[in-house]
Structure formats: C-alpha cells, structure tokens
C-alpha cells in the first residue's frame, strides 16, 4: 500500500480516524478563549460566549472556567443538552415559539436553570408566561433588538419599550435586558437606539440589567457601545476564513481544520478532496472566493462542491499535491462545520490527544 | 397559548416534534420507489438507487423489496450502516484510499459482502488489491468514467482500459466494469466514450459486465445509452426544488418537505423562519433563485439564511404568514437537508405515522 503523504501530524490523523476529519488544536483553543476573556475583562463586560460555534459542554466548561459568566446558546436544544451538563446561567439567543418547546422550557426552569430567552414580539411573550406559570417559576426575558442586521429583534426603541413594558407586566415574567446584535458599520445607530430605549424604559420605571451585545467581528470595537453590560462571541473560540478575511483573526489563530485528502487527479491542475458539502458545507463565507483555505497549499481553490468531492482548481499552485495526499483546511464558516460531524479530533503540540463529542450536533428544535 | 397555525398536519407535527422537522410523506415514497423500479424494468437496466438520498437501511429495503438490485453508496462508512442492515450487493461509487479505509473494506469482505469500490487511478487500485488480499478475498472495481462532468473519472478511453487491465492483473481484483455518470447533455460523447472503451478492453480479453449510468435528470434518457446495464438514481425517491426546476419531477413528486414556524415579523415583508442553513442547507441547487419552496406561500423568497434564521421576503405574497404558524418548505437539494437530521417524521395520508432513523448520517469516512 502506498505510503499516505502529508505532514506528520495530517498521515497520523489519516492512519487513525480517516479523513475526512475535523480538528481542533487545543494550545490554540485556550489561548482563543484567554483573549476573548482578557478583552471582556479589559473593558468591564462581562463574557458570555456563544456555544454555537463548538456545541460542546466540555468546550463551554472551559469557558467559564477561565471566567466567563455564563453562556448563550440559539435553540433551547442546545440549551438542554448544556444544561444537563451543569451550565447554570443560559440566555437562548431566539424567539421560542410553540406548545412543544414550551413545555421543554418549563422543565428546564423547573430544574432550577437560570434561562432566559429573548422576544421580538408578543406571541413569544405570551408562550413564556405560559411556560413560567406550568413551572411556577419567574423567568427572565430580553427583548431583542434590530439596529440595522434586518434578522430579528424589534425595529425601533418605542416597540422594543412596549414589549419591556408587555413583559414586566406578565406574571411569572420579569424584564431582564435588551439583546443586540448590532452590524459593525452601525455602532453610532446601535448606541442612538439603545439610549433612546433606555431613557423610554426608565419613563416607565425600568430598567435594562442586562444589555448584551455580539459578535466575533465587534470584537475589535469591544466596549465602544455606553451602555453594554456583557457581550457574545461563538466564532472566536475557533475562527475561521471568515475572521480571516474581516481581520478579526491571523492564521495563527484558527484552531479548526478539515483535513481532507486528494482521491482523483485526473487531468493538469485538476483534483478532487474527499471533502464535500457534507464536510466543508456550502456556505460561501459572505462571499469569500472558494470554500476554504488549504494550509499547505494557499494558491489551490476550492471551487465547488459535491456532498462528497470538494472541487480543486490547482492551476495557480506552485506545486500540486498527489493523490493519496492529505492537506488541512479552514472552512469558510468553522460554526456550520462543527454542526456536520458527531466528534473532533483533539490534538496538542502536532500530536493527537483524543476525541471531543460534538454533543449538542444537529439540536435544531 | 395562542394556538399555532397552518393546516392540521402542520399544527401536529410543530406540537409533537417541534419546528423545523423534516417530514417525508410515505405514500409519494413508495410511488416513486416504484415509478424509478418501472422505469429500469421499462428499458432492461438494473436498478441500483443511490442511498445517499434517504440514508436509511429501511426505505434500501423497500427499494430493493420493490426491484432494486442493489444499492450504490457514496462513502464505506455508508456502505457499513447499510451491510449491517442486511444489504449484501453494495456499489460504492468513490475512490477509497488510505489504509484506514482499506481496513475496513477488508472487514467487509470477510464478512460475505458482495462490495465494488470504484477506481480512477492506480493509487485506489493497488490500496483495494492490499484490502481484498487482507480478507482473502476476491474483490470486483469498477473505473470510474469522466464524460464531461468534470468531477472524479479516467477522461479517456485509452485511461479506462489502461486502469481496467491494471485491475485485471492484480491477484484478489477482478475488474467488473464501468461506472458512468453522464452529463445530461453529452450522452452522444458519453455512447462514444464508453464504445471505444469497450473495444479497447476486449482487444485485451476484459468486458465491463457492469455499464453503470447515475443520476435523476437522466432518468428522462434512460435506455439511450447502449450498453449500459444498470443505473443509479438518488433523488427521484424524494425529489426536490432542483428536480422540479429541471423537469424531473412534479410538485406532487416531492416526498420531503421541512416544516418550520414563523417566529418574527419585525416589518412588512419581511419575516424569519425558525429554519436557517442548519436545517435547509445554504446548497444553492445550481443557481436557484432563493433557498426553498413555501408550499403555501408560493411567492415567498427564502432569501438567506443564518444557522437558524430563515430571512423571508414576503414582498410578492398575495397573504402573508403571522407569527407562530408552521409552513412546509420543499428544499433545494433534498440530500444534504437529510444528512442535517437524526430522523425524518414520516406521515401518510395527512397524519403522522412515526419517525424514521437517518442511520448513515454523517457517515463521512
């Protein structure tokens, strides 16, 4: 049998776990979770990361370990399964809608979580009083506002304000804060909306404890909105091509890699990976160019995807990899990635330390 | 609780399961199960449907209950999920390389499987000739054939047979044939291909017993390929927003649709499903316009996505939907959504039947 090529690290991933295969390097995850916990603490924001990105308990332990407050996950399936694993303190980042998910969250307050979901609208508000009263417990809700992303999250301070207000006056509910997302470019918007929000509550003698911003790229303008008690970040905790592209992170810093290796070399500048849209996904990273970075090889392309090929254009390569070859990748999006696989592969110092279960993989309700 | 909407069917799946669920309907699966099987026995071809759809040893059951005459699968790990199930005449359609794989291939063998991996170069052939010495065993390939599709394949003739007498030669292979996946629109390049690779190979004493031609849209051309014996169709037994595009399929050919809720309304037109690329996939279905079709919102758009936010232009609706009712989406590409699930609901007639285990899921190794 032929000799797989590659750097050491990537045969010995190739030999063990076959490929493709999604690893984290965790020198590089501790020191991604360090600096997001520096920055927090630099300007006086309490840390609150998002668990999309690696949706795993142990990943979310270390992050409060290392001082962060508590966690934000974006369905109460994510919510549950952190929960059961002894995250305490959850903000679910999202409108939970429906008797089904209801009563789930009945059952997490009723076990003593602190959970918090958030509201852009009353139907939302009226589920929650709902599921507080079965639980006969109080729930914290945030309303999430809209500064200029048009997702979700109410569009103007006087509609966030009346929603506060609808909130406050619900039995078993409490208005706890506002939830922002706000797009980089709209930091001066984002700051005229929340005051404007703040001063309308106070009219009405509330009062927003929490105000959570977001974002990996928001990074860098960390504590520029007056105002903001605590932040969210998921990408951070790996980074990707993305944070690459928008300067958030140098290559240094992206602690995932999909490595794939080279099955097909059928024609001059030509390949395929075994590495699809069911590994790399087709996210197109907000319009970055191919879908993903070969480490080994930067000049490569990847150009399109089948769920199983991932399309190589090798013509501007110095050199081209062989068949049989196997090269690490930062994805495009690292959050989608983790979503496709059941476990990483952890390694330390070039050598493999073990697996991670990726437990709260596919937690799409 | 204010009560979900949409149709009866709609409303049970959001309050058994939650939204988004993915939901396939079984009669229009048996229908097209049997429509594909009527359609090979019509020209004489074997009937090998692609797995890679449903992912399921119950629905490769039914497939092969009904006439198939054995399954294709795209990567072992599928292969496994499937011969664990029972399936013991197995096409996978891939180059597998790597002593990992191999390893596992040779577990198969030994353990009676009639499996053919494919080859498109001389790396695969010499790793299956280690794999089925290991098991002892005498394993048949394929050459895997490029007639314009540009993706993994020999691109000439003179290559087909060059690599079929390489398996030829081998102790432990045995070459049985050609493995085709034709574009659409070059049949007349790909009769010519495969002709003179038949007359190369029996200049050297081979024949391709098997001929084997893939795809759903070519389902309309099945039969003009002379010399083709059986074909491999994925798709056709779900159907989705790309069949219905190329005219492969018929709105009431579509067995899978994701049910997912409304859960913002922040302004006019404009709305968010709680189903994002997570669920519905960011697979563009070869340039679509927009990420899915609202059955019962025909002009909306899905007009991106988060992971879990769906962003809805309603601007050309006639009605638009509200907050909290549930709407059934038929996907662009129907195989990636599957691999996105740990199971399917599956309903019949308007109600609820169960749930279905997608148990080759991720099965990416």
């Not at 939970?96 to 997490?108: D, Q, S, T």
């Not at 999250?153 to 706000?182: N, T």
């Not at 404007?196 to 959570?212: F, M, N, P, Q």
Request: with cysteine; proline share 4%; glycine share 10%.
């Amino acid at each position: 049998m032929p000799d797989a090529k590659g750097t050491p690290l990537a045969r010995a991933i190739a030999r063990s776990f076959g490929t493709p295969a999604v690893v984290i390097d965790l020198d590089i995850v501790e020191r991604n979770v360090d600096r997001l916990q520096a920055a927090c603490d630099a300007v006086g924001l309490a840390n609150r990361p998002h668990i999309k990105t690696h949706k795993s308990p142990v990943l979310a332990a270390l992050q409060r370990d290392r001082g962060a407050r508590g966690i934000t996950c974006q369905k109460l399936g994510e919510a549950e399964v952190m929960a059961a694993a002894g995250q305490d303190d959850i903000v679910v980042s999202y409108n939970l809608l429906g008797e089904e998910k209801m009563a789930r969250l009945a059952r997490l307050l009723r076990e003593g979580v602190l959970v918090r979901p958030c509201a852009d609208n009353p139907v939302a508000v009226d589920g929650y009083a709902d599921a507080a009263r079965a639980a006969e417990q109080t729930m914290g809700v945030l309303v999430e506002c809209d500064t200029g992303r048009q997702r979700a999250g109410v569009v103007s301070p006087g509609e966030a304000v009346a929603l506060a207000r609808r909130i406050a006056s619900r039995d078993h509910l409490r208005f706890d804060g506002l939830l922002l997302y706000p797009p980089e470019d709209k930091m001066a918007e984002t700051q005229r909306f929340l005051d404007e929000t703040r001063a309308g509550l106070a009219e009405h003698g509330l009062e927003a404890r929490i105000v959570s911003t977001g974002g990996t790229p928001n990074l860098r303008q960390l504590g520029a909105i007056i105002g903001a008690t605590e932040h969210r970040s998921g990408t951070s905790i790996f980074n990707d091509r993305m944070m690459l592209a928008c300067g958030a992170a140098a290559l240094d810093d992206c602690a995932l890699a999909v490595y794939a290796t080279v099955v097909s070399r059928t024609a001059p500048g030509r390949g395929i990976l075994d590495s699809g849209s069911k590994t790399l996904t087709a996210d197109p990273g907000g319009g970055l160019d191919g879908f993903g970075l070969i480490r080994e090889y930067p000049k490569a392309r990847i150009k399109g995807f089948a769920e199983e090929h991932g399309m190589l254009d090798l013509s501007a390569c110095d050199a081209e990899p062989a068949i049989g070859e196997t090269v690490s990748i930062v994805p495009n999006h690292v959050c989608v990635v983790v979503n496709m696989v059941d476990r990483l592969v952890t390694v330390r110092g070039g050598e493999i330390v073990g697996t991670l279960e990726v437990t709260a993989r596919g937690k799409i309700v």
